[in-house]
């Protein structure tokens, strides 16, 4: 059970949601106030879109299935 939560605490979608109910308890707590919530939402929101930009977050290849034909596209395999 503990290898399986490891295997998945090493995937950056998942450690992104951790620390966002980590923060989501915090504010709810009253640990952290709205305005600095707000400003931490920002931040992160900035970086997360950087993130997908240059494909951290979403894999831009992960619809392509290798076919080992290297000169054909999908189009041309219908």
Not at 50 to 77: C, K
Request: no cysteine; aromatic share 2%; charged share 20%.
């Amino acid at each position: 059970m503990l290898k399986k939560v490891l295997n998945r605490l090493q995937n950056i979608k998942v450690i992104t949601a951790v620390v966002s109910g980590i923060l989501l308890i915090l504010v709810n707590t009253g640990v952290i106030d709205i305005d600095m919530s707000n400003s931490i939402m920002d931040t992160v929101n900035i970086i997360l879109g950087l993130l997908v930009t240059v494909g951290v977050f979403g894999d831009p290849e992960s619809h392509i299935q290798d076919t080992g034909d290297a000169g054909e596209s999908e189009t041309e395999q219908a």
